[in-house]
Nanobody, 119 residues
Framework: QVQLVESGGGLVQAGGSLRLSCAAS????????MGWFRQAPGKEREVVAVITLSGGSTAYTSSVKGRFTISRDNAKNTVYLQMNSLKPEDTAVYTCAAQRIGGLKYDYWGQGTQVTVSS
């Protein structure tokens, strides 16, 4: 099994920045790509950013391109989401997830961390 624990959420004013961290433990050698997802009240969960195992390839949902950056430190088994120029519409619970090697879906999920952006 793999455990994922997020940290770094909080309350920030519009235009501010936050950096989320997702620390993985357990059988991390079984994991490959990782991603950050978010869910706002009354909305469907959406993918925010994903990163491959090597970190060489990333992808973002259009609403965060140019503002958010996903990265990973495999030596620390940690994935980060740097969020700049935050907007009130970025308010959501942010959750990290990991794919199993050879899989196409996200098998492991964290508990999530709340990000609230005030206007």
């Amino acid at each position: 099994q793999v455990q994922l624990v997020e940290s770094g959420g909080g309350l920030v004013q519009a235009g501010g920045s936050l950096r989320l961290s997702c620390a993985a433990s357990g059988r991390t050698s079984d994991t490959s790509a990782m991603g950050w997802f978010r869910q706002a009240p009354g909305k469907e969960r959406e993918v925010v950013a994903v990163i491959t195992l090597s970190g060489g390839s990333t992808a973002y949902t259009s609403s965060v391109k140019g503002r958010f950056t996903i990265s990973r430190d495999n030596a620390k088994n940690t994935v980060y989401l740097q969020m700049n120029s935050l907007k009130p519409e970025d308010t959501a619970v942010y959750t990290c997830a990991a794919q199993r090697i050879g899989g196409l879906k996200y098998d492991y999920w964290g508990q999530g961390t709340q990000v609230t952006v005030s206007s």
